[in-house]
Every structure is written in structure tokens, then in C-alpha cells.
């Protein structure tokens, strides 16, 4: 069952549907039936056919309830709606509604703003300052505190309405006086409001607190912006590197503290490199869309897969896929007559445009023509507001000034940019100086602004009002009113926002016009594409230094991106050859200029350097030993120099050799005999794939490699290539040879090229070189040979990148993948175009598949026949640092099922296609696959081999290790608590309550994730004394001992010694020699105090005659702090028998500790006694006595109903009318407020009717687990163990 967002309105509107809607479909594709409940008219007039069962009903605790009953749904998933299904989750979750995904508490904990500020001081993350208050003094001496300005807002309200932003004690009164009544009742939070910030908006997805994908935004405008006005763009372009890592960190936190599956999102205030949480929501935001089609990866998909529990892998999406999206609001003001075109603090856009570009400028320009903006043509008018913004603005003028306009300002303005040197001519304004003491000139001759904008003779206004971006009190009789207004009024393009204009003038600039359409960022196709990671070809000659003509480092990997190749391995045989450092120094530095994709350099094995090839080693891609006839200076044809480099060569760094026929068994049994992997270049021949076949068969630790040329062509088409063109080595084999490659596809480890190119005149002549260009056609012959159903998918992937990537210990690179269209048929022509070659050996065959775009880290490196990278833009990978774990999740991930989730490009791809993330490469099993591929992996660690995972690791483990056992095994430290006894609540102070209360959250949200806890206090003996029953009391405190592993031996009154007459000192010594700890009862009042005097364990005070209960009031509190998330600013109101009522008593001393407000309501003569009051009032606590229930529970955020017996009235009749009074019952709760909890120390009698039970209010039952908690954590500190310090 999915909550939709309901009514439209301003905050909540389509983008809400948007994820409610992708939802729906995500559990269609895992064959869910489906039922959606919301009440807008979209859900029924376009959507109506996307749930299997609609309810057009108001999404509200009671209806939701209602159709839960009746529907029976295996869950409701509350996240993907906005606020409103997030508003009744506590509801739903305490009438024992399945919510699915976050957990219903943790939502709380996130929203509930107590609950989440103490979340991040416990966890060290910063916040703005903030506090709730409920008068104009204290509301005044804490703006004075943390310096103006600050944010004001009404307690419990959403998308910012009612907000305002003071200055000065002044604003700050005339706002809390008009705006809304500061009272009790009305409280308003005030909180620092930092100037000149930067806002951040992130985008989570996580599964059991780990994060499964982020996307971070940022806003254009300083922070103060409400998001949904704001200008976002992503991936973000203004965010360091030491920002993102914060970032990273603070949302890996607060994923695991509130154990998120599903989305989340943050809003962040960056300054000064440091980082504070506005505000987090555990459900899908605003921006969802936005991120999801920018990055071109489905959020809503993958929170729908994690929260019906289905493994997903995680991926790093942050940096995009090549583009940047822009966010622009669209306003209304047109429509509104009068209203003022400033933003603030409270959202007022009624729609948004996101385009995308290859830059922000010009996604940022696309995006605001479409709100309707024209981008001017020939005059603009400057109003600024402030010297600052005068100033930031400055550069941007002049560039308007040098792009040609005719620049108009008011006076000040104008007078300001003319003094710096900029031709600016000043406007005054003909409508009456009403109300702006600053302007007292008269008007001028200069033309009239009015007139002017109104014969529409400025293209562009650019207005910054005087405290733009922050307030909304806006004085409709200013200048800068009336400007903006007519600009709307004549519909001007307007710019109220001083980075908004900056970015629009730069985008003017870089754009110079309407941007283009582009085909890679504006269109989408329906072609049959589907990506494909960054390929890698471990044998290419490029031909330089030595012979340039034929190819160079520029041709040759501009040939490679066009055929899909995002990385080469150059072979050393050039001319000089790459035999020592020199000639590597030489080559590299050759690459580095020229290079358009990444490389690795190999190193030749020659006759004489056998010492100095090995020191390149870490440099080298792999070392080649030329052990046949072929182009090359470097032929090794002694076998004693064979020896010698498969011996000094380290055993981690692969070498290759081109070993053909009789060389291939030669080599392969020197290399075993030293016991060092060797991989066999260009296998061609049936004799030479058998007895690598063997080989293999036998443990020998051989791979190797097979080229195109082998695969698709054989000595049947020597005719018509041509005899000379033909030449290749190895040669072309026989149809035989050919089909036993095929047959042998399994033992095949990797594809490569041999990229050979000659120039045609030289294939053409009478010595024709041997070698074929292959860069650009070997993907459209693999995909073709895929297509025929020769190859699988997997076979491509795993020989063309993730075999080439383990065997020559190649790192990962990141956000490189190649789009392919899978269905595109043509002709290979006679030459491709970028290897200077110009000629192929495949001319003339037909295939079915073609490379449509190619991205390398992040940047479209290819796009239908256009190389776009420059050369250099190539790196050496093995100048690369070791490769860095996931930034992500800090750890790995080994369910390698999951799918790389669903993207736009992604629809036509069948299932397996979908698993070719290539993150999933580290995450191969290496065991598994050498046994499947009989493929050798290098031992041991490698320079750059990624270390395997152990394979049992999972998500849930881990989750549970990262915050859990770590603290346990090794900070386990003594509490203050530690070895005293609990005897009374006055011993308590503040500071020992929060660790109590922080510890009892700790245990309840570990049992109710089913954590076992049993290590705590494994071994301990817990002795519950009990010499009046309870089984309630005694039957908490045995489950909270056996939750910690301890163990509990119990004696009651009846079978004590005590009935011999042992005075209770002895028979509490004489337990206490068993046990650890222990806990006694007993109904005379200061007995238990007597008895600690001579016991050297803890004791824990569980209840004397009408004398003390604390823990109960421990529970008490915990259970007020945690269902309304703070003490602090509460009414809390107690019913019933206060005078002999012992929990009381204790509760409200233990209350003077918070600023509280207490009443009491009770029967005559049952009044809450004298000195239990003088006490409270000592402690400067307010309190009042009442009669009626009624009177007080308009204002009662806690109804604490004690037992009434009958027998303390005087007679029957007193009873019965009194009792009318005190029972609560769900109509008199209809006068109480909807946020408020009903508490009884229970049992109850007749004190709340148990039709109230179902009502989320009612809060008895889950007082009584609370207990639990809390003895688990008084247990666990007198025993000197808090798994929290
Ligand atoms: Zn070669």
C-alpha cells in the first residue's frame, strides 16, 4: 500500500506523484499487487491505471487505518508521498500497521526536532543553534545570544510557511506580535540564520543504514532560499573535495544511526569549509526527480528495492553521466496582482524547470527560457540594493558593458558603476516618493522608468533588493517594489538574486545566445541502447616514437574511444623500443601530450636487460617477450634469456608473450617450472589453444588472449583482403584453427586487437608489414558475434574488461561506461576514421551494433563519430593511486545478483545486461571465477590488485558491527553509576538522567532490531528480592537482566528465610554473596535504604511501601521523552489518587529537574501532598490543582491517570461522581490536543476506558515495555558497563 502525497499545493505538489508513481511501477516489475491511497486529481485522471487498487481518499491516520483493516496489505510504504504520510507514521506503527522500509521510530527520530538535535550532538554533527520558546523575553535573549539574524518559525509547521527572518530585537518583536501569538500553546523556534552560506541539498538512498547511492545539489542562491525556489544544479560544480568528503561522512552517519532503508534527504549549510544539518526528512524530497533523471539513475526504483528487502548494489553516481541539470523555479507573480517578486524563507514558486547541458551555463540558460525568459538584446536595467551587492555584481556589469548592452540604473546604482568606470546611465523614477527616505530628489529630465518598461524598451531587470534572499516583510511602497512589480506587470525578464545574475551573466557570455540543441543531453532515444563499462585493450602498437605516420598516440586512442576502448596497453616495440627507463621516460612523456584515453605502458624484454626491465616493473603494464619472428628489434631466441626475465620480472606484474606453435608449449613449461603466471598473446592455432587448454586443466598458471582477426577471419578470406594486406602475425589459420578458437571460447580469457597499423601504401607493397588496425572494429564484431548468439553478454564483458582488468591489475575508471545501440546495422567500410592507417581487413562485413557514446571519467569522450576529448586528456593509470575503497559505503559490497537499477538507456536491456555496473568487479569471487574460467589470478597482494573480500561478509552484519560490537568489545567503560545503588530519584542529576535516557534508547532501538545484546552482561547474577509481589516490577527487571545475558535468581517473601525470622540485613547479605546486583522490594518505606547500608553489591530500589519507585519514574520520564522527543517546555498534567499514589511522588520530583509546568486533578482529600509540593515549588516549578479533567487537557501535553481505589471515598455515592470526572474516554479526549500522550503506571481500573486503547495517544502500553529499557540500562551502568562511552 503506497501514500501518495495528496492535494497540490505549494511545497507538495507533482514531483511527489512523480515518486509515488515510480513506486507503483517498480513493485508492478517485482510483481506486487499494488494500492494506492491519495487524494489528488491526477492520481485519477492520468494515473488511475498504475495501481492495481486506487482509493481517492484523504490520507489521514483514521481513513489509512480504515482501509488497512480492510485491505490486509503485507505493508504500507509511507516515504515516497512527502510529509503528509510521513505526519501519521508514529500513528500507524502504534496500531501496529506494517510500515515498510525506515522504521516509524527512526522517522521520528528524524523528525522530531529534540530527538534529531540530540542525535547530532551525540554523533558530533554540527547544527545551526537553536532553541523552542515560548515568550518575547526569552525569545530576545537568545537572539542576543547567538547574534542576529535569526530564523523565527512557528513550532510543527511544514514548507516554511509562517516563517520570518529577524534582524533586531525591533523585527523580532513586531513579528512575534503580529504574526502568530507566542504562548504555551504556540511556541516558535528561533534558531541562528547564517548569512552568506551555501545550501545543499542531498539525496539518499540507503539499505540498513548503508547508503546505496547519494546525490548531492546545490543551490545558486546563498542559503536562506526556500529549496523549492531555489536554483539547483547537480552534480554539483562549486563543491572541494574536502567538503564532499564531509558530506559523505555526515550522511553515512546519519544513515546508520537511523538505520535507513529507503531514501532520505538532507539539507546542509556549507560556510567556511564547515558543515551544519538544517534539516533531515526520511522519505523521498523534492529534488528526486530532478537527481534522477540528471544522473540518469532511479532513485525511487532502487529505495522500492531496498525497502522489499531485495539486495541491491551500491553505485556511485554523485559525479553524473556526463551532463549538468539545472533546477529553476517558475513563479505565479504575474497572476498575483501586487505581490512582491522577493523570495525567502517561505517557498512561493507554483512550478519548476530542469533542463540539462554539458555545463551549468548553459543548462542554467536552456532552463530559465523555458520559464519563459528572454535573453535580452539590447537594454538591461541595474537596481541594486546594497554596497555588497554593487560590489559582487561589478564583474558581471562590465561583462554586460563588453557583450554590448545599453546598461540603465537607478540613481545610486548608476552613480556607483559609472565611478567604477563602467558606462551606465541613470533612470529616475516618476511615481511618488512614498516611504524611502533615502531618495529626497526630484524628478529629473531623464527618461521615466515607468514609461520606459512600459513601452518595453528593456529586455532584462535586474533588481537586489536591500536584504535580498532572507525576508518577506516587504514594504509595497518602495522603488524596488514598484520596478519589480511593473517588470512582471510588463513581463520583463527579472533577476531578484545576486548569484542568479552572476550565473546568468556568465551563462550570456559562455553561451553567447540560445544555447543549441544537443543531441547527448537534450534528446533521449528509443534506440535499443544499453551501456556497457569502458573497455580494455591490453595489446595495441601505437607506432610512436618511431613510425608516426602509420599512427601516433592522438590517432591511435581517438581509434580506441570510437571503437569503445576507454583504455590501451601500448606494446614497447617502437622505434626506440621501451627496454629501460630512458626509453620509458621518453615514451610516457610522449603519452602525456598526447594520449586521449588512459594507458599502460608495456616494457620489452631484450636480449641484455633482464636486471633493468624488472626495476620498471611497477611502471610497466606487463613485460612482452617476443619469442617468434614478427615487427619487432626485440626477438628473444635464447632461452637462457627467457630464464632469466621470467625470473627477475616480479611474479605480481604479468608478462606476455607472443609465443607461437611449438614456443607456446616452451614457454609455458619454463614459466610452471619457476612457478610464475605467464599470459600467451594472440592465440591463433588449434595446437597452441590445446595445450594451453592442458595447461590450464593442469593448475598451470597461463591465461591468454585472442584477437579478431582470428576470430572472424581465416585463410579463406586472404583473396579478398588481398595477399599483402593480409599479413598478420600470427598468420591467418585455417577454418579448422578458427573453429577451434570458437569451440574453445571458455578457456579464452581475454579479447585485445593487436592493433597493428601499417600505412596502405606500405600494406600495399611489395614487403608488406605484417599487422591490422582493430581499435575501431573490434566492439561492432564482438556485439555482431553477441547479436548471432556466438558469444553471450558475459563473455564480452568478462574478456574485454573485467578479465583484462584482474589479470593486468588495472584500476578501476570511475564513471566511464560506453553506450552502444544494439540493433544498428552497416557495412565496415574500406577505412575507419581515426587510425591513420585507412584500411581494414574487415571491409565489407556486415554487423549489427555500434558504439553510440562513450564516457570516460565523466566526460563524453565519443559521441556518434565525434571525438571530443583532447589529447592529453589520457592518463597513465599506473600513475594512479592505489585504488581508493568505495567513498560511498567505506566498505564493499559482495552480492554481485543485484542489478545495476533501471535508467532511461537502460529499458531495452534484458536481465543480465543489467548486471554490468562495473562496480561488481571487485566483487567477483576470484575462487570462483578461476574456476569457471580456469583463469590464474595473481597471488598474493599486488601493487594494484584489489584485495578479495571474505565471502561471507553482508550488509547486515556489517550494520550491526559498525555501531555496535566494536563499542562493546573494546570502549566498554565504567559509567558513574558504576557499583552504587539506586535508592531514590533525588540522587540523579541532568547530566546521569541523559545517560540513562541516551543508553535506554540504545537498548530499545537494538531489540527492535532484533540485535542480540546478550554480551553485556553475560555471566552476571542479577538477585530480585521481593518481599511484596509485583509481578510486573519483578518480571521487567528478570527480562531486562536476560535481554544482557545475565542470569537471575529471584526469592519472594514466602520462601525467604525470612519467614525463620532472618531480619532483611541478613537476607540481603547473604544474596548478595550470589549475585552481581540486586534488586529488592519491600513495603516498608526506607527499608531498602537500611539495607544497602550493609551490602557491598548495587541495589536497586524496586519499589518501599509508599517511600520511593524510582525506576518507575525513570520510566516515566524516558517514556515522555521519548514519545514527545523533549521534557523540556511541557504541561504535564496528573489525575487520581496523588496522595498515596508512590509514582507520582517520585515523578514529580524527578520532574523539577526539566522546565516543566505541573498539574494536578484529583477527588477531594486525594491531593497531591504538602510536602511534595513544597518541594516543586522550591524547585521553581509552576503548579496548579484543578477538579475536572476538562478544565486542564486543552493545555495538557501529558494526562499522567493514576488508580483511583473506591475504597478511599468516604462513600459510594462520592465515588461515583467523582469517577465521572476522571475517566478518560475517547470523547473527552476529543477536546484534548492532537499531540499528546495518555500515561498510566497501570493496572488501571476504570481510570481510561479501553476504547481509548486504539487511539495513537494512548501511551500505557508502551510505558510499561519503556520500563524495560530503562532497567536494561540501570543494569548495564551499576555494573560498570555502557556499550555508548
Ligand atoms: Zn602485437
Known sequence: MVLGSGVYRIGSSVEFDWCAVGCLRELKNQEKKTIMVNYNPETVSTDYDMSDRLYFEEISFEVVMDIYKLEHPDGVILCMGGQLPNNIAM??????????????????????????????????????????LTDLESAIDFCEEVGYPCLVRPSYVLSGAAMNV?????????????????????????????????????DVVASDGVILCMAVSEHVENAGVHSGDATLVTPPQ?????????????????AETLDVTGPFNMQLIAKDNELKVIECNVRVSRSFPFVSKTLDHDFVAMATKVILGIPVEPINVISGCGKVGVKVPQFSFSRLSGADVTLGVEMASTGEVACFGENRYEAYLKSLMSTGFRIPKKAILLSVGTFKHKMELLPSVRILHKLGYKLYASMGTGDFYTEHGVEVEGVQWTFDHIGDPDDARADGELMHLADFIARRELDLVINL????GARRVSSFSTHGYRTRRLAVDYAVPLVTDVKCAKLLVKAMLRCGGAPPMKTHTDCMTSRNIIKLPGFIDVHVHVREPGATYKEDFASCTAAALAGGVTMICAMPNTNPPVIDRASYDY????????????????????????????ELAPQAAALKMYLNETFTTLKLDDMTIWQKHLQNWPKKIPICAHAEREKTGAIILMASLIDRPIHICHVARKEEISIIRAAKERGLKVTCEVCPQHLFLCTDDIDRIGKGRAEVRPVLCSAEDQAELWKNMDIIDIFATDHAPHSVEEKDSEKPPPGYPGLETILPLLLNAVHQGRLTMDDLINKFHKNPRKIFNLPEQSNTYVEVDMDYEWTIPQALEFSKSKWTPFAGMRVCGAIHRVTLRGEIAYVEGQVLVPPGFGQNVRDWPMPKKQLLTGTEKVEKETSRPNSSLDVHSSLDLSRLSDLDIDQVDPIKVENKLNVHFNEGP????????PPQTTIRQRCDSSSYPQTVTSQRQRSDLFGKSILTVDTFGKETLNDIFNLA??????????????????????ASIFYEVSTRTSGSFAAAMQRLGGSVIHTDATSSSAKKGETLEDSVTVMTSYADVVVLRHPEP????????????PIINAGDGVGEHPTQALLDVFTIREEIGTVNGLTITMVGDLKNGRTVHSLARLLTLYQVQLQYVSPPGLGMPKHIMEYVAYKGIPQRVFERIEDVLGDTHVLYMTRIQRERFVSVEEYEKTRGLLVVTPQLMTKARRRMIVMHPLPRVDEISPEFDSDPRAAYFRQAEYGMYVRMALLAMVSGVNPLI
Open 465 to 468: 533588493p536591500m536584504r535580498g
Open 166 to 202: 529577524a534582524f533586531s530585537n525591533q523585527e523580532l518583536e513586531t513579528y512575534l506580535k503580529s504574526a502568530s501569538q507566542v504562548n504555551k500553546e504556540h511556541p516558535v523556534v528561533i534558531s541562528k540564520y547564517i548569512l552568506d552560506a551555501k545550501e545543499i541539498d542531498v
Open 587 to 614: 615514451v610516457s612523456t610522449l603519452a602525456r601530450v598526447s594520449a586521449r584515453c588512459d594507458y599502460a605502458l608495456f616494457v620489452g624484454a631484450s636480449t641484455t636487460n633482464c636486471e633493468l626491465a624488472a
Open 1086 to 1097: 526506607g527499608a531498602v535504604a537500611r539495607a544497602s547500608r550493609h551490602c557491598r553489591k
Open 238 to 254: 562549486d563543491i572541494n573535495n574536502q567538503t564532499f568528503e564531509k558530506i559523505n561522512e555526515i550522511a553515512r552517519v546519519i
Open 1001 to 1022: 534508547q540504545f537498548m530499545k532501538t537494538s531489540v527492535n532490531k532484533g540485535r542480540v545484546l546478550d554480551d553485556i552482561l553475560r555471566g552476571k547474577v542479577m
Open 91 to 132: 500513528d500507524l506503527h502504534r496500531q501496529q500497521a506494517i510500515i515498510l522500509g525506515t522504521s516509524p521510530d527512526m522517522i521520528d527520530n528524524a523528525e522530531n526536532r529534540f530527538k534529531f538535535s540530540r542525535m547530532l550532538d551525540r554523533k558530533g554533527i554540527l547544527q545551526p543553534r537553536w532553541k523552542e
Open 942 to 949: 599486488g601493487l594494484r590488485s584489489v584485495s578479495p573480500l
